[in-house]
């Protein structure tokens, strides 16, 4: 028997190449339980409005109940000339129900229709995964940051030093994009708890089945509005995919850190031997590939994203074939960060911060600079001024190679009669961090509620 969905018209079978062309079993089965839970689903409404009777819905859920124990355990899988998923499973249900039987259950549903509410029923599922695992990174960053309560560290704009900061702030300053990531995927759940079952092809069912008893059915909070839309829309999966993109910059941003910190030149961390590589040539060599292959999976996440956005553009409505393109994009988003999420985690959880190395660091560079021009402002000093006369500290600490907590009150006298010899209680690196006491600043104490704040929120999502 031929395994296509559409022997009526056509005097053959397709060609060899347009199967080809057309398979899409390779990537869509990964759908096959959720698809035959959609057709559980559906032979419910075709007996609720009539179509099957009590001991057809018996034997259909059975066989489909076979089917799906065969779907599991592997004794049941996508063959040659299964065009995709769906076609295979009919072909599974035929083989269990019989034709007679099984040939009922197409009525009043189509591939277009199905496939766009798998799609969603298998990406809601997935979120819940991968918002766990972004949790994960996220638990380690906030454990990092607990356990240095209250180390230093140079802060830097540009890349050069700014002012200092705790290592603490910098580590929650990368968990709260992550908290944000998870947050999307749980907004994005209210707009993807929508059910396109009962759109048909395109126009809807005239069959009397129940769209919203099919998306209760199947875990959804209501069918969609308009049956067009149902099915020729892919917003929901493009919102998905942004947000795994989102999720992949902000992962490589830590990346672009810990590799920066744990080289020679920083000195910032040592990596687990457990969570970095060595060189098949260079004995000496630790290498932080899970950092750079977060940064590179970036790239590619980025390029699913902008894939999946490509192939919308443009297409008329309603469905297009072009939509089966929606699959393989996020399907390798979800891959690539099921097994970098974990790895990644193990890498932050295991850093070993030279807490030592990274405060000597912190006051260096004239990062305290800014603390003369703000107590300079407390003395009541215009900050325009304020501002010429910490330059001009700098200026001459550059001159004679010095910092400028070496200063002497002369030479602090020499620059501006302003400065008195208390400005020296704020060239320290403790005086700098706990002058920044406003809500979300550096501060020990400020940094305290925050450390409290990200992990009450990685709690609640
Ligand atoms: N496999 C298709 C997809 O992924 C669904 C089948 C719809 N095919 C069709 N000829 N209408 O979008």
Known sequence: SSASLWGGRFAGGPSGALAALSKSTQFDWRLAEVDVAGSQAHARVLHQAGLLDD??????????????????????????????????????????????????????RSRNDQIATLVRIYLREQTRV???????????????????????????????????????????????????DVERWTDWDRRAAVSP?????????????????????????????????????????????????????????IAEDVILWATKEFGFVDLHDAYSTGSSIMPQKKN??????????????????????????????????????????????????????????????????????MAELAPQGFSLATDIAEWLVRQGVPFRV???????????CEERGIELWDLSEDDLAAISPHLTPEVREVLTVEGSLASRDAVGGTAPVRVAEQLEAARARAVEL
């Open 130 to 180: 991968l918002a766990g695992g972004v949790l994960g990174v996220v638990d380690a960053l906030v454990e990092q940051a607990a356990a240095h309560p209250g180390a230093p560290m140079p802060g830097r704009t540009h890349l050069q030093h700014a002012q200092p900061v705790l290592l603490a702030h910098h580590l929650l300053a990368h968990a709260w994009p992550l908290l944000r």
């Open 197 to 253: 079952y009962g759109s048909g092809a395109l126009a809807g069912s005239s069959l009397g089945l129940d769209p919203a008893a099919v998306a209760r059915d199947l875990g959804f909070d209501a069918p969609v509005a308009n049956s067009i839309d149902g099915t020729a829309s892919r917003d929901v999966v493009a919102e998905f995919a942004f947000v795994a993109a989102m999720t992949g910059v902000d992962l490589s941003r």
């Open 55 to 108: 001991a057809e819905l018996a034997g259909m859920l059975d066989a489909l109940d076979r089917l799906l124990t065969d779907v599991r355990s592997g004794a049941f899988g996508p063959r040659e000339d299964d065009e995709d998923v769906h076609t295979a499973l009919e072909r599974g249900l035929m083989d269990r129900a019989g034709a007679d039987l099984g040939g009922k259950l197409r009525a009043g």
């Open 386 to 396: 304020a501002h010429e006369v910490a330059g001009a500290c700098v200026r001459a």
């Open 288 to 357: 932080p590939d899970i950092a750079e292959l977060a940064r590179g999976k970036a790239g590619r996440l980025i390029g699913d994203l902008t894939g999946l956005m490509t192939t919308l553009k443009g297409l008329p409505l309603a469905y297009n074939r072009d939509l089966q393109e929606d699959k393989e994009p996020v399907f390798d988003q979800i891959d690539q960060l099921s097994v970098l999420l974990p790895a990644f985690a193990g890498m932050v959880a295991t850093l070993t911060f030279r807490t030592e190395r």
